[in-house]
């Protein structure tokens, strides 16, 4: 108990450093936070394309609300969850595959920008001492839950079916759910 308070008030000290981080420590800001790609693909009876997502930056994440911060000594883990009421994801995408009958070649990297309203994002860490440091060990179990996603996508298509690039647009819009399971 008195572990999880002592997390939940280093967890609240720390958020004011979010956009500054400690260069001291050489620990970087995470406001905007840095996510240098994220790959899918989208399938659908009529769409079967890759999206390849590359430096990215997400703003908004600072004005997050902790729910809660615990660590458990005996699995060795630690969870939290947390409320971001607004952030926003801009950087460049490439987008390739099949609409319907169309083959769609990649086209140089165009920006995008994606609004998240509502987030809930929970995850557990299983943690590990390795040379005298804490670390998590392999990858967190994550879940993320939307309210709402706005995505925006600039040149689709090279700017050339305009008509398809609002279907396609419209289709990433009311999939949020494959958006966050990648």
């Not at 969850?81 to 595959?97: D, H, M, T, W």
């Not at 993320?144 to 690039?165: H, P, R, T, V």
């Amino acid at each position: 108990q008195d572990l999880n308070k002592c997390l939940r008030g280093l967890a609240d000290s720390f958020k004011p450093y979010m956009k500054t981080g400690f260069p001291e420590l050489g620990i970087p800001k995470a406001e905007p936070l840095f996510i240098d790609q994220i790959k899918f693909d989208l399938k659908n009876p009529l769409i079967d394309v890759n999206v390849d997502f590359t430096n990215n930056l997400v703003s908004g994440l600072s004005t997050h609300d902790l729910i809660y911060i615990r660590a458990d000594k005996e699995k060795k883990t630690i969870a939290m969850k947390i409320f971001v009421p607004e952030s926003v994801a801009k950087g460049l995408y490439v987008i390739e595959g099949k609409v319907a009958v169309l083959e769609l070649d990649a086209q140089p990297p165009a920006a995008y920008k994606t609004e998240f309203k509502d987030t809930t994002i929970e995850g557990v860490a299983q943690l590990k001492v390795e040379n005298g440091k804490l670390i998590i060990d392999g990858e967190p179990d994550i879940t993320i839950q939307l309210g709402g996603l706005n995505i925006k996508m600039e040149n689709l298509f090279g700017g050339k079916a305009d008509s398809l690039a609002k279907t396609v647009d419209k289709f990433l819009n009311q999939n949020t759910d494959k958006f966050i399971k990648d």
